[in-house]
């Protein structure tokens, strides 16, 4: 069957160091990535798209890689402050339906 | 602009009540979707509709169904509430399916009793 996979555990990192979240998944060909970040009591909000013929997507101090060998994305925070603390979902779009699928998410938690 | 507006946003309803949740867009967007979020579960879609004049299923469609009114409207409507349906659910809409971000409503907080 088809899973998005997403570290259920939150991710504690101290304030200025790079953060960096994972998104696996099987059975899939995405044609698109996207990363959302979603705060307590709020709906998602969009950060970044990268496409499969993309490796490496950036925009400020956030970077997006797409290794479709490995069936992997990885998001990363560089010089992260606590207002970076929030959860951050990887939605995959795949070829054939275009439906926009969600993994569970991770709770980043920066300290200062 | 206000971008995509979700009614209620607190709603609790007994087993067997119906009612339906509505949401509006103010983007021009040709797509809209209902997701569900439930705690360890993520966001999964019940239902979704590619443009105008069409719905499709989702993932968990049960137990739900949907009108997409115009452009702007979509509701979910649920017919016979069920415990199980308590949730948290998103609206969401993008400029075409799949391709583009996704814009998300603040979300209705269903409690089923």
């Known amino acids: 069957s088809q899973k998005i996979e997403q570290n259920s555990e939150a991710l504690n990192i101290q304030e200025g160091k790079t953060a960096t979240l994972t998104c696996n998944y099987t059975?899939?060909?995405?044609?698109?990535l996207q990363w959302y970040r979603q705060d307590p009591g709020r709906g998602p909000v969009f950060l970044l798209l990268?496409?499969?013929?993309?490796k490496e997507k950036r925009k400020e101090r956030l970077k997006v890689t797409f290794d479709t060998t490995l069936k992997q994305s990885l998001f990363h925070i560089t010089a992260s402050q606590p207002a970076d603390s929030a959860t951050y979902l990887c939605a995959l779009v795949r070829n054939a339906g275009n439906m926009l699928t969600f993994g569970g998410g991770t709770r980043l938690m920066v300290k200062p | 602009n206000a971008g995509v507006t979700q009614t209620p946003k607190f709603q609790v309803l007994k087993t067997g009540q119906s009612m339906t949740l509505q949401c509006a867009q103010d983007?021009?967007?040709?797509?809209m979707y209902w997701y569900r979020q439930d705690p360890g579960m993520g966001l999964r879609l019940i239902y979704y509709?590619?443009?105008?004049?069409?719905?499709d299923k989702g993932e968990v469609p049960n137990g739900y169904n949907v009108s997409r009114l115009n452009k702007r409207e979509f509701s979910l409507r649920l017919e016979s509430a069920a415990p199980s349906q308590t949730s948290v659910y998103f609206c969401a809409s993008s400029e075409y399916q799949g391709g583009t971000e996704a814009f998300f409503g603040q979300g209705t907080r269903l409690t089923v009793v």
């Open positions: 990268i496409r499969e013929n993309e």
């Open positions: 983007m021009n967007h040709n797509s």
């Open positions: 509709s590619a443009s105008e004049g069409t719905t």
């Open positions: 059975n899939y060909s995405p044609a698109y």
